[in-house]
Nanobody, 127 residues
């Protein structure tokens, strides 16, 4: 059974930090790219960050560059998103998702290509 378990969300003051985790099972983690997405109230789901486990390439949306860091431990089938200097506009439900990373895949890719989605974890940032 495929599972993606996102966790680590919570309430933090602006300027604070959170570390999100995405624990995966049921598929060959090394062959997949993991994307982090978020959906804020009234907004579309957007790609925040992504890492291709095949080659280690990463992606960050412009608004989080320099503040968020994606990392992976393939031995643990887990990917993390370290979020520093959080802003109120970062508040959203964060999701991790997995896509088979074929040779021509470039992170993050469109949402519809993702094979598996986690349940989401809520990040609230108070000003």
């Amino acid at each position: 059974e495929v599972q993606l378990q996102a966790s680590g969300g919570g309430l933090v003051q602006a300027g604070g930090s959170l570390r999100l985790s995405c624990a995966a099972s049921g598929f060959p983690f090394d062959d997949y790219a993991i994307g982090w997405f978020r959906r804020a109230p009234g907004k579309e789901r957007e790609a925040v960050s992504c890492m291709d486990n095949n080659d280690g390439s990463t992606y960050y949306t412009d608004s989080v560059k320099g503040r968020f860091t994606i990392s992976s431990d393939n031995a643990k089938n887990t990917m993390w998103l370290q979020m520093n200097s959080l802003k109120p506009e970062d508040a959203a439900v964060y999701y991790c998702a997995a896509v088979k990373a074929y040779s021509d895949f470039v992170c993050p890719g469109p949402l519809y290509v993702y094979d598996y989605w986690g349940q989401g974890t809520l990040v609230t940032v108070s000003s």
